[in-house]
């Protein structure tokens, strides 16, 4: 009898959660963020070892337990679950674009991702929803790690767009609203402990990206290597802050990140190299594994 075909696991990566904003979706649908949700729910699975299930959105994939946290991931279209979650923060409900939740914890771990690709005029205004948001869910979650990632597209007046839609000058500098939104961010970066101040997050995200004769590339120049909300550090700050609060306390390893084992071929090793943002599954090598 002939094996049935395993299904290769498919992976939204940051190139086409891009390629996305820059495509024909309307903005005000909020379709057009989905596949970046999509993309860090399935990377805080293949690369951060949370089971799929703990995951809000669901990616289409399942796993299967094995010995030293060593699990089977697999494809499971049937699996997928599209749907977001509400958390009840300290004032009200707060939607969260992509949530983790430990079975007997609850909400331990969520990204909040927010897309601008006009109106420049004055972004330092979003300030006052990022803090309250972050407020409101560490007031009743105090160890919840919390990642604010923006992505901010790139526009210059030379590339037709209008004065209030751009976003840096015609030399590919920033304009002063976006040094000072940078600014602000910093400011709410990196909560290290519960007892810190609840308006910071554990952890920010900032990246330009631009749309360019039909296709998207991520602007290199800003912000700076050493801007401590570069991109480049966003998912290790959650992996780090979560390990910290859930892990080592947890001395049967229930709530540890997983390793993965998976068949030869079903899974990419490295994704978003085209970026130079690349990422690698966590995956355990088969010398590795336990007999």
């Keep these: 009898m002939a094996k049935t075909p395993v299904k290769q696991i498919s992976v939204p990566t940051l190139e086409n959660a891009l390629g996305a904003l820059c495509g024909d979706a309307k903005t005000q649908s909020g379709q057009h963020i989905k596949l970046v949700h999509a993309h860090c729910s399935s990377r805080l699975v293949v690369e951060g070892g949370f089971p799929p299930e703990w995951l809000h959105p669901r990616p289409p994939l399942t796993c299967k337990p094995g010995p030293n946290n060593i699990y089977g991931l697999t494809f499971s279209a049937e699996a997928e679950d599209s749907g977001e979650q509400s958390v ?37 205004n979003r300030m006052e929803e990022a803090p309250g948001d972050c407020v409101n869910i560490h007031m009743m979650y105090p160890g919840f790690v919390f990642g604010f990632l923006h992505l901010i597209k790139f526009g210059t007046v030379a590339d037709g767009v209008s004065g209030n839609d751009a976003s840096f000058d015609a030399e590919g500098r920033p304009l002063e609203g976006i040094v000072r939104y940078h600014n602000a ?45 570069h991109y480049s550090r966003f998912f290790q700050r959650l992996y780090e802050a979560y390990d910290l609060r859930y892990a080592y306390p947890d001395a049967r390893g229930q709530n540890h990140r997983k390793s993965w084992t998976v068949g030869t071929g079903i ?5 978003d190299a085209p970026t130079g943002h690349s990422w690698r599954s966590r995956i355990t090598p088969q010398e590795e594994q336990p007999s």
Excluded: Q
Excluded at 185 to 211: F, H, K, Q
Excluded at 267 to 271: H, M, Q, R
């Design 88 to 124: 009840l923060g300290g004032m009200k409900y707060k939607n969260l674009d992509v949530t983790v939740f430990p079975p007997g914890i609850g909400p331990a771990l969520g990204i909040s991702v927010k897309s601008t690709g006009n109106a420049f005029r004055n972004p330092t």
């Design 185 to 229: 961010l910093c400011a709410l970066n990196g909560r290290g402990t519960i007892t810190d101040p609840p308006m910071r997050y554990e952890s920010i995200g900032l990246l330009v990206y631009r749309c360019f004769e039909g296709k998207v590339e991520i602007w290199p120049n800003y912000p700076a290597p050493e801007s401590p909300i």
């Design 267 to 271: 899974l990419a090793d490295t994704f």
